[in-house]
Structure formats: structure tokens, C-alpha cells
């Protein structure tokens, strides 16, 4: 890496800018900037939380790759990476590093999306959807097929990420600063809100840490420069980093090394000790649902209004819930994945490039990362500071007491009410 980075540093092949622009509208980018990098990195990542609104996935999530390619032809053809999802394809059970062929090509979608109004697209979304789960992951995959289609003949790849968590060293230990999937839950739980989740413990929580996907990320591009311009889509490299081939850790170990760690430095902005549930079945998890989120909620609410406060824990749980929803197609299926060009890139560095540069998902110790992933979720995303810890535990200890003692107080009313109706009929009787 370091005699590409030698050789190229007159030409500014290291020199990397941000392209402006908005995606949504129709000549976002029909003139390229000056100085314009020759290393483009077209970044796609959104929360999406249930809004199926596919017009406004598709004018976020098509346009970017296709502006991007469109800009790369004419222009003498600059390195463009484009980082997708590894999920893009969640409609298969396995998953390999090159692309796949769908139902929809870009180009018919985009003439089905401009040929109709904004009504029937909604009415019909669900058909255009097939076994996608929503309409970011199809999106996604409609983004990949623009890049297969019009990448040929440049330097282009594809790299997916499985679903990124907080940092491992760089640039701190545990540093993030979004709820986005699987920390979002964590902190939910962790603060006492969440007590219950869709989630087979058993399938496998594909995570990656930030600055091991972005050093990866690097690589791959360093590696899509050197290599020859692809003479066919087969030819485009496509790099799944992932965590399952070689580190693989299940839901159940996910929630369990991480409350371990949690519960060691509880957050003081908790509400309730920590008691979640990971429900396979979803019927039992809607059971738990009632009971332990929509019922306290409910009442508590009402207390708050004959105090003249205004109610807004309903409201939270029911954007929890939507949020939760989302997760639950994702952590309740499994999918087998390949990883051999991304394993084949970490044997081409040398000594030197794997320190600066380090992706190896072998050398991953999960407990050690959970052991930073806790207290950065504290630091950077609950702004605790540390120093609060001594405090926060002996109210942890608090909360602990009083949710044992409610457990016990409904323990003894559901017995009550059992005893009470067995009285009943017996009279009857």
C-alpha cells in the first residue's frame, strides 16, 4: 500500500473530498466540481424505522450510485467505492461477494416510480417489495444493480458491511454517537425501557465495530485501484465484511456479555433495573409486550395526568416498538455468508499496513470489546460521565430492590386472583 501511496502522492490520488450535493434533486450532480477527488466514496447508510415510503428511498437511494457512475465516464474515471449493505440481498439465504439478479432492474423501477402518482406507488409498493422486508433493504439492492449495470469499464467496488456497532481503538475505545440497531435496543434495555424483544437468542448477531469497517473499507479501495478495470459485472470486486465466518456470536451472547458489562456501570439516567427478554416467538413476545410495556405505560400516564403533567410514555413505547419491529426481521433468521476476498485482502498487507490498517475480525476478543462498547454507549451516546459510576451504582442497587419488590407484589396479587377464582367456582359448584 505504501508504494501506491508513494508513487500516486504528486498526482493527488490521496487527496479525498466531499461531493455536495442532494440526491433527490433531478441535476444534483449533472456538473461535476472542480477539483473534484479521484477517490469518490459513495457512503449509503439511514435509520429506517418502518417508513415504507418507497418514493423517498428510492430518490435517496438510487440516484447517489447512478449520479456517481454517470460522473466517473466522462471524467477519466475516478476510483469510486460504493458502501451498501450487506442486507441488500437478506432476501436469499446465502450470500456470496458478487452481485445478483432481481426481479426489478434499476431502470424499470425508475420508469414504474415516474409513470405513476404518489397513491398508486403506495398501493402497489408491497408487490414491488416481493420478499424484501422493507423498502430500504430493496432499495439497496436496486442501488447494487445500478452499479453492476453501469460500472463496467470502471474503477469501481462494492463493499457491505454487516450492521456496524461502536469503536474498537480508533479513534477511542467505544466511541458512537447513533442508536442505530442493536446499541439502540442496549440502551433501551439498559436504562429499564425495553423489557421485551422479538429475537431468536440462537441466530447469530453479525456485528462489526466502526473503525475495522472503515479500515477495511480503505484497503478494499486500495486494492480496486490496482486492479485491472472490470471487463464484465462478474469482474466488479464486491467485499462482505462481516463477523459471523470467523467470530460468530449469537443474540443470547450479544445481551449477555453485554449486560455483564452493563450492569458494572450502570447509567444514571436509567429507570428501571435491567430485565429484558429476548422472545423467539412472536405471539409470547406480543403477550410480554401488553404486560410489561403498553399496561404500566398506560397507568402511569393516567397518573400523570390527574397530577396535570402531560403523558408521554405511551408514546415512547409505541416508536419503541415500531423501531424493535424493524430489528426483529433481521435477528430472527440467519443467513450464511462468504468472505474470501475480504480474507484474501488482510494476507496481502504487510506488518506495517495491518497495524495502520487493521480489519482482522480474528483477532477480535468480544469480551474485551464489549468491555469498551458499554462505557463509550455511556460516555458518547447517555453523556455520563464516568466519574458518576460510584453514584450511579448505589442507585442501580435502589432500582434493583424495587423492581424485585414489585415482582413479588405481582407474584402475590396474580395468586390472590387465582385463589379468589377458584373460590368462585367452587361456590358455584
Given at each position: 500500500m505504501r508504494s501506491l501511496e508513494s508513487n500516486s502522492r504528486d498526482e493527488g490520488i490521496l487527496e479525498v473530498r466531499k461531493i455536495v450535493g442532494d440526491s433527490t434533486a433531478p441535476k444534483a450532480f449533472s456538473k461535476r466540481p472542480n477539483n473534484v477527488a479521484k477517490c469518490q466514496w459513495a457512503n449509503h447508510h439511514a435509520v429506517h424505522a418502518g417508513d415504507d415510503a418507497i418514493l423517498n428511498e428510492i430518490s435517496i437511494w438510487y440516484p447517489a450510485p447512478a449520479y456517481c457512475i454517470m460522473m466517473n465516464t466522462p471524467f477519466g474515471g475516478n476510483?469510486?467505492?460504493?458502501?451498501?449493505?450487506?442486507y441488500s440481498n437478506c432476501h436469499l439465504q446465502e450470500i456470496d461477494?458478487?452481485?445478483?439478479?432481481?426481479?426489478?432492474?434499476?431502470?424499470?423501477?425508475?420508469?414504474?416510480?415516474?409513470?405513476?402518482?404518489?397513491?398508486?406507488?403506495?398501493?402497489?409498493?408491497?408487490?414491488?417489495?416481493?420478499?424484501?422486508?422493507?423498502?430500504?433493504?430493496?432499495?439497496?439492492?436496486?442501488?447494487?444493480?445500478?452499479v453492476r449495470d453501469e460500472g463496467v469499464g470502471l474503477p469501481i467496488g462494492v463493499f457491505r458491511p454487516s450492521i456496524v456497532v461502536g469503536t474498537r481503538n480508533e479513534p477511542v475505545s467505544g466511541w458512537i454517537d447513533n442508536l442505530y440497531g442493536p446499541t439502540g435496543v442496549f440502551v433501551g434495555a439498559g436504562t429499564g425501557f425495553i423489557k421485551t424483544i422479538h429475537v431468536d437468542g440462537m441466530k447469530t448477531a453479525n456485528i462489526v465495530p466502526v473503525d475495522m469497517t472503515v479500515n477495511a473499507l480503505i484497503v478494499s479501495a486500495w486494492e480496486v485501484a490496482k486492479k485491472p478495470r472490470a471487463k464484465s459485472a462478474e469482474?466488479?470486486?464486491?467485499?462482505?465484511?462481516?463477523?459471523?465466518?470467523?467470530?460468530?456470536?449469537?443474540?443470547?451472547?450479544?445481551?449477555?456479555?453485554?449486560?455483564?458489562?452493563?450492569?458494572?456501570?450502570?447509567?444514571?439516567?436509567?429507570?428501571?433495573?435491567?430485565?429484558?427478554?429476548?422472545?423467539?416467538?412472536?405471539?409470547?413476545?406480543?403477550?410480554?409486550?401488553?404486560?410489561?410495556?403498553?399496561?404500566?405505560?398506560?397507568?402511569?400516564?393516567?397518573?400523570?395526568?390527574?397530577?396535570?403533567k402531560r403523558p408521554k410514555l405511551l408514546k415512547i413505547y409505541k416508536k419503541i416498538n415500531k423501531f424493535c419491529d424493524v430489528i426483529s426481521y433481521f435477528s430472527t433468521r440467519d443467513w450464511k455468508f462468504t468472505n474470501k476476498n475480504v480474507q484474501e485482502l488482510w494476507q496481502k498487507l504487510d506488518e506495517e499496513d495491518r497495524k495502520l490498517f487493521d480489519f482482522?475480525?480474528?483477532?477480535?476478543?468480544?469480551?474485551?470489546?464489549?468491555?469498551?462498547?458499554?462505557?463509550?454507549?455511556?460516555?458518547?451516546?447517555?453523556?455520563?460521565?464516568?466519574?458518576?459510576?460510584?453514584?450511579?451504582?448505589?442507585?442501580?442497587?435502589?432500582?434493583?430492590?424495587?423492581?424485585e419488590g414489585v415482582k413479588f407484589l405481582t407474584a402475590i396479587l396474580v395468586l390472590r386472583l387465582l385463589w379468589t377464582i377458584q373460590s368462585l367456582l367452587s361456590q358455584q359448584k
Open positions: 476510483l469510486t467505492m460504493f458502501k451498501l449493505s450487506l461477494e458478487k452481485f445478483y439478479s432481481y426481479p426489478f432492474t434499476h431502470r424499470n423501477l425508475c420508469t414504474v416510480v415516474d409513470g405513476v402518482n404518489d397513491t398508486m406507488l403506495e398501493a402497489i409498493t408491497p408487490h414491488l417489495l416481493d420478499k424484501w422486508p422493507n423498502t430500504y433493504a430493496f432499495t439497496k439492492a436496486i442501488a447494487e444493480d445500478s469482474e466488479i470486486p464486491v467485499y462482505n465484511y462481516v463477523s459471523s465466518v470467523q467470530k460468530p456470536l449469537t443474540w443470547d451472547q450479544f445481551m449477555d456479555i453485554g449486560s455483564r458489562h452493563g450492569i458494572q456501570v450502570p447509567s444514571m439516567r436509567s429507570m428501571w433495573y435491567y430485565s429484558l427478554t429476548l422472545n423467539k416467538r412472536r405471539s409470547v413476545h406480543l403477550v410480554y409486550l401488553l404486560f410489561l410495556h403498553f399496561i404500566p405505560a398506560t397507568i402511569l400516564d393516567g397518573i400523570a395526568l390527574l397530577l396535570g482482522n475480525i480474528d483477532d477480535l476478543d468480544w469480551d474485551k470489546y464489549f468491555y469498551t462498547y458499554v462505557r463509550g454507549i455511556r460516555l458518547y451516546l447517555l453523556k455520563d460521565d464516568l466519574s458518576t459510576i460510584p453514584q450511579a451504582r448505589a442507585r442501580y442497587k435502589r432500582l434493583r430492590w424495587i423492581h
